[in-house]
């Protein structure tokens, strides 16, 4: 019988993302709680585990619930860290080029960090709709899901990602209105589409321009590179002779 422990999938912040993790400890508890029917019963399992990165060897706490009325094929457990799930601010968000849009993601990534996350996946919605009003010319084209069609029309957007940001939009909404928590899992995934979209129209086309700024053209000799001739002293005219 092996000595070594468990291991299992788990939040990593120093690795950052899911990593193998080692159960260095873990204790598990059952509250069973009776129902009309006195044959019946339902039950809800809280289990701790002291986890150990096998990467980086950081210690986390990771609580798991499960309820007994789940479906395992559909339903996942509650899972939450402490520390809390972290997402490093991206070193290119200063590169964004508006001020606002910049604080705006910078608060997100706070409110991430402390476990706040309703006030993240409102702030997610106000990032995402101070960067269509900056695409669309600073115009204002009303509810959320008109922006989308003119971003769309725009050719901003494919008709396949509208539906996407149109998701990420309702979980923002029902966090604002109805104080939705959405999993810890689900803030994390509308983290990255949001951040390959704002990386994309924001920072790469300036990238770009400069690259191309920086490229000599294949017709034109580069500014930094002297000519053959320049290098052996001699001149167009002396070719001639």
Same mark, same amino acid.
């Given at each position: 019988?092996?000595?070594?422990?468990?291991?299992?999938?788990?939040? =990593?912040?120093?690795?950052?993302?899911?990593?193998?993790?080692?159960?260095?400890?873990?204790? %598990?508890?059952?509250?069973?709680?009776?129902?009309?029917?006195?044959?019946?019963?339902?039950?809800?399992?809280?289990?701790?585990?002291? +986890? /150990? =990165?096998?990467? =980086?060897?950081? !210690?986390?706490?990771?609580?798991?619930?499960?309820? %007994?009325?789940?479906?395992?094929?559909?339903?996942? $457990?509650? &899972?939450?860290?402490?520390?809390? #799930?972290?997402?490093? +601010?991206?070193?290119?968000?200063?590169?964004? *080029?508006?001020?606002?849009?910049?604080?705006?993601?910078?608060?997100?990534?706070?409110?991430?960090?402390?476990?706040?996350?309703?006030?993240? %996946? &409102? *702030? !997610?919605?106000?990032?995402?709709?101070?960067?269509?009003?900056?695409?669309?010319?600073?115009?204002?084209? *009303?509810?959320?899901?008109?922006?989308? =069609?003119?971003?769309?029309?725009?050719?901003?957007?494919?008709?396949?990602?509208?539906? &996407?940001?149109? %998701?990420?939009?309702?979980?923002?909404?029902?966090?604002?209105?109805?104080?939705?928590?959405?999993?810890?899992?689900?803030?994390?995934? &509308?983290?990255?589409?949001? /951040?390959?979209?704002?990386?994309?129209?924001?920072?790469?086309?300036?990238?770009?321009?400069?690259?191309?700024?920086?490229? $000599?053209?294949?017709?034109? $000799?580069?500014?930094?590179?002297? #000519?053959? +001739?320049? !290098?052996?002293?001699?001149?167009?005219?002396?070719?001639?002779?």
């Amino acid at each position: 019988m092996s000595d070594k422990p468990a291991k299992v999938q788990a939040n =990593c912040n120093t690795c950052g993302g899911a990593r193998s993790a080692f159960i260095q400890a873990e204790h %598990s508890v059952t509250k069973t709680q009776a129902t009309s029917d006195p044959e019946y019963s339902v039950w809800y399992e809280t289990t701790i585990s002291i +986890l /150990e =990165c096998a990467g =980086c060897g950081n !210690v986390s706490v990771r609580r798991r619930g499960w309820f %007994s009325e789940n479906d395992p094929e559909y339903d996942s $457990p509650d &899972i939450s860290y402490w520390p809390p #799930r972290q997402r490093s +601010l991206p070193d290119w968000h200063s590169d964004l *080029g508006d001020d606002n849009l910049q604080k705006a993601m910078k608060e997100v990534y706070v409110a991430v960090s402390q476990g706040m996350v309703i006030l993240a %996946s &409102i *702030g !997610v919605r106000t990032l995402l709709d101070r960067a269509f009003y900056l695409l669309l010319d600073e115009e204002d084209h *009303g509810a959320f899901a008109k922006k989308l =069609c003119v971003m769309v029309q725009k050719g901003l957007l494919l008709e396949s990602e509208k539906d &996407i940001f149109q %998701s990420i939009a309702s979980v923002g909404d029902a966090a604002t209105h109805r104080a939705y928590v959405p999993p810890q899992e689900t803030l994390v995934e &509308i983290l990255t589409a949001v /951040e390959s979209f704002l990386h994309q129209k924001f920072v790469l086309p300036e990238k770009a321009r400069r690259i191309k700024e920086e490229t $000599p053209d294949k017709d034109k $000799p580069s500014k930094d590179k002297p #000519r053959v +001739l320049e !290098v052996l002293g001699l001149s167009e005219e002396d070719l001639k002779k």
